[in-house]
């Protein structure tokens, strides 16, 4: 899609400086900005670019005044940054605006929608399941029987919905995402072998919630393993049964939390963290990266550590282990003077 320099500056509550006439149809950095490309400037930093580049339309503060000529036609608006970041969501919206159900793909007889539904090909959507008010449905991806999905739901592509899974309103889950899965639930035998702990609870995703790519989250064995309100999970997380995610709390890839380990409100999770189960994590918690988390903790510790200890600790001891070997040369050489005597 096309739009002129005045249909972005009133949708921005901008106003125009150059031609309105001036047509883009792509988002571009404003070092690389060719002709039909909408970029902006709010850095200082890259001020100098502004008089290079062939953008034909660029949004700057309203308080910026050129000091050579330009070839991009400029838009003025209060914030440059904000108003740029409106556009991508804007441009996102139209160009994820997909509808109709396409062929070929199955709908149980018994499945419910609402108005406004896409649904990929190959996709599949089970008996007695329930679709909100605009929910995007990509290609190959499987819905079960029994889920109950709210209002302008996204999922996309390949991800697998296993059943009695509860999504809330306002939530993106993407490509091979799996939620509800069977927990890792099996009883040792006397003999070594292991038989099987059926997994009949659920998954429960309340709204506003995003669950990154090939993130899989498994069904409770009893009850529900569920996910708070705005909760934001990146890429390849593991959440195993019965856990229970916080509001508000935000993890960062390849993160594994075993079985009924609650994580409260507000937390912020680092990359490739550990968490053991049955673990009671508080509120407003900051885990760094690579730690291990192995016992239950207080409100507002910050973490870091295999096993984590608190983060001021963490550093300061760090200062001991990288000056270990130093240390233990220190050591030999007073020995040595001892043993000299």
């Known amino acids: 899609m096309k739009f002129t320099a005045e249909q972005i500056a009133e949708i ?37 670019f502004l008089y290079t580049t062939n953008a034909s339309i660029t949004i700057v503060n309203d308080d910026f005044e050129v000091e050579q000529p330009v070839n991009t036609t400029l838009i003025k608006v209060k914030d440059a940054y904000k108003a ?11 160009k994820l605006n997909k509808s109709g159900i396409e062929k070929p793909s199955h709908i149980s007889d018994s499945a ?24 995007k449905v990509y290609p190959n991806v499987y819905i079960g029987d029994n889920v109950k999905i709210g209002d302008n739901v996204t999922i996309f592509a390949g991800v697998k919905i296993y059943s009695e899974t509860l999504i809330g ?12 899965a069977d927990g890792f639930g099996f009883s040792p035998g006397e003999t070594g072998e292991y038989s099987k702990v059926p997994q009949i609870g659920n ?22 393993t569920i996910i708070r309100k705005g909760v934001k999970l990146d890429n390849h997380i593991q959440i195993a049964h019965n856990v229970e995610i916080g509001e508000n709390t935000a993890i960062a890839a390849q993160t594994g939390i075993a079985g009924s380990t609650k994580i409260g409100k507000n937390c912020l999770i680092g990359g490739q963290v550990g968490i053991a189960g049955h673990l009671t994590i508080g509120n407003r918690v900051k885990i760094q990266a690579q730690s291990g988390i192995g016992r239950d903790i207080k409100d507002d510790e910050m973490l870091q550590g295999s096993p984590a200890i608190g983060y001021s ?16 040369n220190i050591i030999h050489q007073l020995e040595k003077k001892m043993n000299n005597g």
């Open 169 to 180: 309103n306002d939530v993106t889950i993407h490509s091979g995402a799996i939620l509800g």
């Open 203 to 224: 998954v429960i995703i309340e709204d506003h919630v995003d669950i990154g790519a090939a993130t899989t989250i498994d069904r409770a064995t009893l009850g529900s």
């Open 12 to 48: 921005l509550e901008g106003k125009v400086e150059g031609n309105p006439e001036a047509e883009v149809s792509e988002l571009a950095k404003i070092e690389e900005g060719g002709e039909g490309s909408l970029t902006f400037l709010s850095n200082p930093k890259y001020t100098s």
């Open 313 to 328: 600790d963490y550093n300061k001891s760090y200062i001991h282990f990288k000056n270990l070997p130093r240390t233990m």
């Open 112 to 135: 419910k929608y609402g108005d406004g539904l896409y649904l990929g090909s190959f996709s599949y959507i089970g008996d007695n399941a329930k679709l909100g008010e605009n929910v």
């Open 84 to 94: 740029f970041s409106t556009l991508l969501e804007y441009y996102n919206q139209i």
